[in-house]
């Protein structure tokens, strides 16, 4: 089945720095991904879709400056928290479109705490 | 935009025990999928089924899309059944899912 890879699993940075969060499809291409942020006890909220060869779009109330999307190839999509704070903490998980007879499948997300 | 809705929000469940979690949706849609979230935030893909049947085995779902309504059934529950379950569908013409709430699922041993 399509396998989305994440890395990395958990990271903690602290105050005003930066991170990189990976999202890998395995074994097939996606020219789309998605990027989720959930906060404990939560639905999954979309942030961002992330388009191959262009510029990501991102959904209402997500500041773009601060949530990079890279989506430089079609089986890798980068999300880059900047200058982050305490706030930004969170889970993020990345999601793709495998085809139309089996839906979208996620990464296994990744903890982000900033201290 | 299209409204999702699941029910019960939670589940408390004696091993063994059957179950049917809800899943309600305001709008036509293309695709539903039943994701089951396990403690370490895995998302993982139970059904796609926008519509029918579908069995998987102790999980089955069934949804009808005319009634915009689908059900998962979970059947004689195990304590790894735990977790939430989210139902997230994709309007018609869209490509972005949209997620309800969940059930949290809690099988007590």
């Known amino acids: 089945g399509a396998v989305v890879s994440q890395h990395p699993s958990r990271v903690i940075c602290k105050s005003g720095t930066s991170v990189k969060i990976e999202c890998r499809s395995l074994?097939?291409?996606?020219?789309?991904m998605f990027w989720y942020r959930q906060f404990p006890k939560q639905s999954l909220m979309l942030m961002a879709t992330?388009?191959?060869?262009?510029?990501?779009?991102?959904e209402q109330g997500v500041e773009k400056d601060k949530f990079l999307i890279n989506h430089a190839s079609l089986t890798l999509s980068t999300l880059t928290v900047t200058s982050a704070h305490p706030e930004d903490s969170s889970f993020y998980i990345c999601?793709?479109?495998?085809?139309?007879?089996?839906?979208?499948?996620f990464g296994s997300g990744t903890r982000l705490t900033v201290v | 935009g299209i409204q999702v809705e699941q029910s019960p929000p939670d589940l408390i469940l004696q091993e063994g025990a059957n179950s049917t979690l809800r899943c309600n949706f305001s709008?036509?849609?293309?695709?539903l999928q039943w994701f089951h979230q396990n403690p370490w935030g895995q998302l993982i893909n139970l059904f796609y089924?926008?519509?029918g049947t579908k069995q998987n085995g102790r999980l089955s779902a069934t949804t009808v899309a005319t009634e915009r309504y689908s059900l998962l059934y979970i059947s004689s529950s195990q304590t790894t059944d735990s977790g939430v379950y989210f139902c997230?569908?994709?309007?018609?013409?869209?490509?972005?899912?949209?997620f309800g709430a969940g059930t949290t699922v809690t099988v007590r041993a």
């Open positions: 999601s793709a479109g495998t085809g139309q007879n089996y839906g979208y499948t």
């Open positions: 997230a569908v994709l309007l018609t013409g869209d490509y972005k899912l949209s």
């Open positions: 709008d036509s849609v293309n695709n």
């Open positions: 089924i926008p519509s």
């Open positions: 992330s388009n191959e060869g262009s510029k990501a779009t991102y």
């Open positions: 074994d097939f291409q996606a020219t789309t």
